[in-house]
């Protein structure tokens, strides 16, 4: 188990174990991702600049890095 942050402690609260909150947060950021992937297409396709998909590509990897990590963990 990694160090938790007191919002994962909390957020673990609702869950009945560390694997059951691993799950459903693998899920949650899955999903996170999935919601953004239009975005990463628009930007890939020319729709929008560089500069308007920063932010988008910056939490982009936030979001990567969080799974990566849960999933080296399972």
Not at 20 to 27: G, Q
Not at 52 to 68: G, M, S, T, V
Request: charged share 30%.
């Amino acid at each position: 188990m990694h160090n938790l942050t007191e919002k994962e402690l909390a957020e673990m609260a609702n869950f009945s174990s560390y694997e059951e909150y691993k799950f459903m947060k693998l899920l949650s950021l899955k999903a996170q991702l999935a919601e953004t992937d239009y975005k990463a297409i628009k930007f890939a396709e020319g729709w929008i600049s560089a500069e308007e998909y920063a932010p988008i590509k910056a939490e982009r990897q936030e979001i990567r890095a969080k799974i990566n990590e849960l999933e080296v963990m399972w």
